[in-house]
């Protein structure tokens, strides 16, 4: 599936479906809110949520009191379900409408998070861009969470790449050192259980060539 369709396939999700309809709805994002307070940063932080459609996460972020958070995601449908939902808040996120590997950032990020957005890219030219955006955009700490190899082998229809411990560690080994990996059993809207697989990553220390490559 190229871009276009990609980007067609979501929103389409997005604009038929509500959130007790989709299979990744969580009332309370847990996981993902404690390997972000692990990371200890300060409210200033800037963070950017990787896919994040109309999750709930930014809600929780505005209320802990961040200052610069980024929402990205391929649907300009989802990202407006998500500004809907948080009204008057919603001018204090950046929202980008972006295929995450076509994505440009102009900043970095102290803490990038993905929850299910890695694991759609099942092909080694997809990862190897993300990965490529992630070493150039990430100057802290990275948290993804994915199906793993007990979860499912598609989500909304399309394909998705599992992983286990080994090998999500494996693909970042070239710019990030593991911090922890936890898996969870996910409940989702229709009462069926997706199991995750969450590790969390430290940016490697750059050389100077390192830096102004990816300057």
């Known amino acids: 599936m190229d871009n276009v ?96 590997t076509e994505f440009e950032p102009t900043t970095t990020f102290d803490i990038w998070h993905d929850r299910a957005t890695f694991h759609f890219l099942t092909t080694n030219e997809q990862i190897s861009k993300y990965m490529e955006i992630a070493r150039k955009s990430v100057n802290q700490f990275m948290t993804i969470g994915t199906f793993s190899t007990s979860g499912p082998t598609k989500c909304s229809g399309l394909d998705i790449k599992q992983y286990t411990e080994q090998t999500l560690t494996a693909e970042l080994k070239n710019g990030f050192d593991k911090i922890r990996c936890v898996t969870e059993d996910h409940t989702t809207p229709f009462d069926t259980t997706q199991n995750f697989l969450f590790c969390s990553f430290k940016r490697q220390i750059l050389s100077e060539v390192e830096f102004k490559m990816n300057k």
Do not use: M
């Open 5 to 100: 369709h990609r980007k067609n396939h979501w929103d389409t999700v997005y604009e038929t479906k509500s959130p007790g309809q989709v299979s990744w709805t969580q009332k309370i994002p847990k996981t993902s809110l404690e390997f972000i307070s692990s990371f200890e940063v300060t409210k200033d932080a800037k963070i950017i949520d990787i896919g994040g459609g109309d999750s709930r996460l930014v809600d929780y972020l505005v209320d802990k009191g961040f200052e610069n958070i980024t929402v990205l995601d391929i649907s300009e449908k989802a990202l407006e379900k998500a500004k809907k939902r948080l009204g008057d808040n919603a001018q204090k996120v950046n929202w980008i409408v972006s295929d995450i």
